[in-house]
């Protein structure tokens, strides 16, 4: 599966990786497992790993991505949202996603580097995560 998650209920923080070709339907199913697992608490931080994706959304794709992600306040109170893709092209629709869904994160920001996404997620916490 090209989408895996895996969350860390200690920092409150959900690693999503993606890799290969993603389609649409396949992030609407991400989501759809996401409104499924019973372990997600309440809220969480997001660190989005889109270094080995080789597809690009489209602009009405990366919005309706976005009024997705704004559905599932229901059930998540998202923190903050940490980018990561090393390929420019992708890098701008991240930039472009960040518009979309500014207004379901508390902030929101995209990183050609996991090791700088890791970085500030952690200076928004303070040393341990807290």
Known sequence: MPIKYNIDHERGLIRTVCSGYVTFA???EHFVNLRADASIPDGLDVLLDLSEVTS???TEQLRNVAAET???RTIIRW???AIVSSQPLLFAMGRMFEAFAEAYFEEIRVF????DA???LGSKHGPAGS
Do not use: Q
């Open 79 to 81: 923190g903050l949202l």
């Open 70 to 72: 704004g559905k599932l």
């Open 26 to 28: 396949e992030v609407l």
């Open 56 to 58: 690009v959304p489209g």
């Open 112 to 115: 050609y580097s996991l090791e």
């Open 118 to 120: 890791e970085a500030w």
